[in-house]
């Protein structure tokens, strides 16, 4: 089992940056992890990528704005925000794969005011 916890999340200004943090119970090591979000109305989508092997992966509604990361010593995993947009409301929710399950945090809010 592994225990997924999203930080930072918040009201910002249309153009300002924030930051997500997702703290992991387990090694974050060679695992492959996401983040994604999910706006009232929406499905849930994926918004970053970093694969087992730390390559990276964005939609092209976020790439060149959002970057995803990873700290393996502290088993937290990041995804940076800048030049955000109205439409970039939503629920973001972290996930890992790994053990051959799924796992989810519960999401952080994240409101982008114009």
């Known amino acids: 089992q592994v225990q997924l916890v999203e930080s930072g999340g918040g009201l910002v200004q249309a153009g300002g940056s924030l930051r997500l943090s997702c703290a992991a119970s387990a090694s974050t090591f060679k695992i492959a992890m996401g983040w994604y979000r999910q706006a009232p109305g929406k499905q849930r989508a994926l918004v970053a990528f970093?694969?087992?092997?730390?390559?990276?992966n964005y939609p092209d509604s976020v790439k060149g704005r959002f970057t995803i990361s990873r700290d393996n010593a502290k088993n937290t995993l990041y995804l940076q925000m800048n030049s955000l947009k109205p439409e970039d409301t939503a629920v973001y929710y972290c996930?890992?794969?790994?053990?051959?399950?799924?796992?989810w945090g519960r999401g952080t809010q994240v409101t982008v005011s114009s």
């Open positions: 970093i694969s087992s092997s730390d390559t990276t």
């Open positions: 996930n890992a794969l790994t053990y051959g399950r799924t796992f």
